[in-house]
């Protein structure tokens, strides 16, 4: 499966963004989907998760309550809203899937596909 992630862009803090990860050659509905970002000088951190059923989702604390996951199965996409952004949020950001679909992965070795990464950067 090919992942295309799009929808970064500059927003002033506060702002919103949506993020799309979008698939081809496969459909993703029984992949397990997760969203990570990359700082300069930083690791690869985990963001967000969604199981191949989408019954279970996870965040990461420093974005729980201000980000939503979730997929849409008709588009074969996955979706990251992004609310009450910070500057710390400033990132490249990367949709990845997990084939075994079950449950959730928050380690960035546990996923086989990756996309290109959309860059996010949240500035006044």
């Known amino acids: 499966v090919q992942l295309q992630a799009s929808g970064g862009g500059l927003v002033q803090p506060g702002g919103s963004l949506r993020l799309t990860c979008a698939a081809s050659g496969r459909t993703l509905n029984r992949y397990g989907m997760g969203w990570f970002r990359q700082a300069p000088g930083r690791e690869r951190e985990f963001v967000s998760a969604?199981?191949?059923?989408?019954?279970?989702?996870h965040y990461a604390d420093s974005v729980k309550g201000r980000f939503t996951i979730s997929r849409d199965a008709a588009k074969n996409t996955v979706h990251l809203q992004m609310n009450s952004l910070k500057t710390e949020d400033t990132a490249v950001y990367y949709c990845?899937?997990?084939?075994?679909?079950?449950?959730?992965?928050?380690?960035?070795?546990?996923?086989?596909?990756w996309g290109q990464g959309t860059l996010v950067t949240v500035s006044s």
């Open positions: 969604i199981s191949g059923s989408g019954s279970t989702i």
């Open positions: 990845a899937a997990d084939e075994m679909g079950l449950g959730i992965r928050t380690a960035v070795d546990e996923y086989e596909h």
